[in-house]
């Protein structure tokens, strides 16, 4: 999971590039290649979730909501 604290990111996954601002959160599935630029100085929460209990039909799955 990130979830945008303060600042401007722009997040590729799954053929998408969405921008997210405060209180935006994505969540990308075990192993989907992602990338992440910072559009600007940003702070963020980075969660990582144990794999071994994903289910492997969520592997490429990707969330995405952004904020207000």
């Given amino acids: 999971l990130l ?3 303060d600042g401007r990111l722009d ?4 053929g998408r ?3 997210l601002t ?3 959160l994505v ?3 075990t192993r989907c290649p992602h990338s992440v630029l910072a559009k600007e100085p940003t702070r963020l929460v ?3 979730l144990d794999s071994r ?3 492997e039909s969520e592997a490429a799955y990707v969330d995405i909501r952004t904020g207000p």
């Fill in 17 to 19: 590039t969405i921008e």
């Fill in 3 to 5: 979830h945008v604290l």
């Fill in 11 to 14: 997040v590729t996954a799954a």
């Fill in 27 to 29: 969540h990308l599935g």
């Fill in 46 to 48: 980075l969660t990582m």
């Fill in 22 to 24: 405060p209180g935006g």
């Fill in 53 to 55: 209990v994903v289910a």
